[in-house]
């Protein structure tokens, strides 16, 4: 989630894939990854400088990978 109303630039996940496929416009995924996958990393980059990103309720460096 993005704290000010600015999309994403990109978003990506370690494993598996983006339940639908990425759009700068769409603000809720779901990661579909096999049943044999214990964790997974999330990069995502907002696309207005100075804004922040949220993953998992904890604020993550703007592209940069946060589990």
Do not use: H, K, M, Q
Request: net charge positive; proline share 12%.
């Amino acid at each position: 989630a993005v704290d000010n109303p600015t999309s994403l630039a990109s978003l990506s996940v370690s494993s598996g894939s983006l339940v639908p496929p990425f759009s700068p416009s769409r603000r809720a995924y779901a990661v579909a990854v096999p049943a044999s996958v214990a964790s997974i990393s999330v990069t995502a980059a907002p696309s207005a400088s100075g804004s922040s990103v949220t993953v998992a309720g904890r604020r993550a460096a703007p592209g940069a990978p946060s589990e």
